[in-house]
């Protein structure tokens, strides 16, 4: 339980922490007045039963004269206002403490989920390649509100409800001490039992719950990623049986919890009742009077309905606890871990433009767990404004070569260089200056405007850059063909647009900032004779502006590339332009080859 407190005490930012103190003092004041409220009980009930005995209590003694000596009835009545005015001033400010615990748990969920998301976002490209995307939207979203709607939440209520229990049990102590003993032994003990026995099977449950809230996303996020193909072969009813099954195991663990969090209740109520009784008959038989008994008896029943759901509600929180266990470990570690999140090295270039040439030097790449290097001893050197292509058989490295290009991953060995300078670590100031088309260019469910001006606010987006990247990508007759312009919402995926039509607001998108290089990664394997001449057409436009890296294995598109490079088992084998490389290296021959036969057909 205490590793639990210090790990939400870790995760908490400076200004929760502070908030966190200030809401502890806030719970203690509202305990101190609970146990005033309690406190003013036995007084009122002292002269309900029996005014004579009033002169036993000094206190009350003290305050009868304080207020000029009225009746014993006129007394009654205003102790019993002075006790309504006690409940009421603490009930308002428990009401404004409630207000300011939701305020700061709430609050504090919106800022530490925009942070972990925002460490995600700069983790390293490497950490992304071996994290599933949907436990990490579960850990933004479900598992936030897992931690700060039960945990954080359950946590600051334990420290108010302890409060509470212990000023109203050091009440009863003072008033009548060997009752109150045995009480706190029978309930206390109750309460403590059923944590004991159930804590390792509610860690369970809530571990169960959390595995599966991530494979719920999962599995409904790849199914309408999928939904064509789902659609095409029939799959539906396979897709919704692997979901049934998931939400089957996410709902058992958590009805398990949620009963095992009902049980003190009943077991504290029968207990409470067994209690009184038999209390009542034990003080009898040992000689009390009705009065003392009715007076014992009352105040015990108001303690009761007091800290009953005081005690429910601690071991609720304690389950609460317990259970939100493994999502509190997976959070505390993304937001402490070094890999996550960590700041990108900034290499020795200040100014990153590409003014003369971008070198590599026998560099070599080896991914984690790997047994071989994915590229071993590549060197080239791209001029600016050439245009060059990388090509070979699948495997031979060419995706990995560009992801060193743009910065995503470092070289295991070797040297990456801009104008002869180093930029090992590549900065996101360096990367704003290449573009990047990928095979399949995802668009998201937005305008047509907020896909190609990527990442900014529609009121930073700059018309002019707008248009000319419009231009450049030949994508003018799209954006007219759609009825509101640039301003159409395109829908997640944009179905309303072809595949052509995509990867030319790919271009778009990666022509807005202005790169000093281009680079395409097959962006045109996948499509149509005619629509891979508009796409080439589009590149073709640009030769000369931009330095271009085209990755290809349909060579049409890089006859007209200054340099060729053949790649194979992570190495450049040769290199030259389209007739030189076709003329003299098999491999390449063999692909040219292909693509004739290809072409004739």
């Known amino acids: 339980m205490l590793l639990i407190f210090r790990q939400l005490w870790e995760i908490l930012d400076g200004l929760a922490r502070r908030q966190l103190v200030l809401l502890s003092v806030m719970l203690s004041l509202v305990a101190i007045l609970e146990a005033l409220g309690i406190g003013s009980i036995i007084p009122l009930l002292q002269i309900v039963t029996n005014g004579d005995r009033m002169s036993e209590s000094a206190f009350l003694m003290t305050l009868h004269r304080w207020l000029g000596e009225p009746s014993t009835r006129d007394f009654t009545i205003i102790l019993a206002l002075l006790t309504l005015g006690l409940f009421v001033g603490k009930n308002l400010f428990s009401l404004l403490v409630i207000a300011y615990q939701f305020r700061f748990v709430w609050d504090t969920r919106s800022r530490l989920a925009s942070k972990l998301y925002t460490r995600y976002l700069n983790s390293s490209y490497q950490f992304h390649m071996t994290q599933s995307s949907a436990k990490m939207q579960r850990n933004v979203t479900l598992s936030m509100d897992e931690i700060f709607g039960g945990m954080m939440l359950s946590s600051v209520l334990i420290s108010g409800e302890l409060v509470v229990i212990v000023g109203t049990l050091l009440v009863l102590l003072v008033v009548d001490p060997w009752p109150t003993l045995a009480v706190m032994v029978l309930f206390g003990g109750t309460t403590v039992a059923f944590y004991i026995g159930l804590r390792n099977r509610l860690s369970q449950w809530g571990g169960e719950h959390e595995h599966t809230n991530g494979e719920i996303i999962s599995n409904v996020s790849q199914a309408f990623r999928l939904i064509k193909d789902i659609k095409a072969g029939g799959h539906e009813g396979y897709f919704a049986t692997v979901l049934k099954r998931v939400l089957v195991r996410n709902c058992m663990a958590r009805r398990r919890y949620q009963f095992a969090t009902s049980l003190p209740r009943l077991m504290l109520e029968t207990l409470a009742i067994a209690v009184m009784l038999l209390g009542v008959v034990g003080l009898l038989l040992l000689g009390r009077s009705p009065g003392d008994v009715l007076v014992t008896l009352g105040l015990f029943g108001v303690v009761a309905f007091r800290l009953m759901p005081s005690l429910n509600r601690l071991a609720g929180y304690a389950s609460n606890l317990r259970v939100g266990r493994s999502a509190l470990l997976t959070i505390h570690s993304d937001l402490t871990a070094s890999e996550v999140g960590s700041a990108e090295r900034v ?16 560099v070599h790449f080896r991914y984690a ?6 590229l071993s001893g590549v060197g080239l ?13 699948s495997g031979a490295g060419k995706t990995t070569l560009v992801d060193l290009l743009l910065g995503l991953i470092d070289p295991t060995q070797g040297d990456i260089l801009i104008d002869g300078r180093s930029v090992l670590g590549l900065s996101g100031r ?18 047509l405007r907020a896909n190609i001006a990527l990442g900014l606010a529609p009121e930073e987006v700059d018309e002019d850059r707008l248009a000319q990247a419009i231009a450049l990508s030949q994508l003018g007759d799209v954006v007219s063909a759609l009825p509101a312009g640039l301003d159409t919402l395109l829908g997640e995926g944009a179905a309303n647009l072809s595949g052509g039509q995509r990867q030319r607001v790919g271009i778009a998108r990666a022509l807005y900032h202005d790169p000093d290089i281009l680079i395409m990664d097959e962006a045109t394997s996948a499509l149509d004779a005619g629509t891979e001449d508009l796409i080439t057409r589009a590149i073709e436009s640009l030769h000369g502006d931009k330095t271009l890296i085209i990755v290809a294995h349909r060579l049409s598109t890089v006859k007209r590339c200054n340099v060729i490079h053949f790649m194979r088992d992570g190495r450049i084998e040769d290199s030259g332009d389209f007739g030189e490389l076709s003329a003299r290296h098999p491999g390449f021959a063999h692909m040219v080859k292909l693509m004739g036969l290809t072409d004739e057909q």
């Not at 200040?350 to 030097?361: F, G, I, M, N, Y």
């Not at 360096?430 to 305008?447: I, K």
Request: charge should be negative.
């Open 369 to 374: 767990g790997a047994d071989q290097d994915a």
């Open 347 to 362: 290499g020795a270039t200040q100014d990153a433009h590409l003014t003369d040439a971008l070198s590599l030097k026998d």
């Open 430 to 447: 360096w990367r704003r200056n290449v573009g990047y088309v990928p095979q399949e260019v995802f668009l998201m469910d937005g305008t």
């Open 381 to 393: 050197t791209i001029r600016r404004g050439a245009s060059v292509a990388l090509v070979g058989p």
